[in-house]
């Protein structure tokens, strides 16, 4: 299993910049894939971005161009650089991540806390 906690959250004017930090609780590189998402009240989930444990990456079109999803394997961390935020990423930002478990097959998804980011001027 793993633990995940998101960090990074806040209030920001239209145009601004945040970075989400997701630090997770084992070796980043035996997680098959950890990722961004979002969601507002009332409303579907949102995949914001995707990083898998080779390297690649996924991100929706709604922030493709302003958002980018990028890793510190030694810190166990998965960043996500939101710029040229605008009131409609106001959200809720949840990390999660799928890993193997041992004796299981196929993948267990685990979730953090989650943090609130608001754009609005």
């Known amino acids: 299993q793993v633990q995940l906690v998101e960090s990074g959250g806040g209030l920001v004017q239209p145009g601004g910049s945040l970075r989400l930090s997701c630090t997770a609780s084992?070796?980043?590189?035996?997680?098959?894939?950890m990722g961004w998402y979002r969601q507002v009240p009332g409303e579907e989930r949102e995949l914001v971005a995707r990083?898998?444990?080779?390297?690649?990456?996924t991100i929706a079109d709604s922030v493709k161009g302003r958002f980018t999803i990028s890793r510190d394997n030694a810190k166990n961390t998965v960043y996500l650089q939101m710029n040229g935020l605008k009131p409609e990423d106001t959200a809720v930002y949840y990390c999660?991540?799928?890993?193997?478990?041992?004796?299981?097959?196929?993948?267990?998804?685990?979730w953090g806390q989650g943090t609130q980011v608001t754009v609005s001027s």
């Open positions: 990083i898998w444990s080779n390297g690649l990456t």
């Open positions: 084992r070796n980043i590189l035996t997680i098959y894939d």
């Open positions: 999660g991540a799928d890993v193997q478990e041992n004796g299981r097959h196929g993948l267990s998804t685990y």
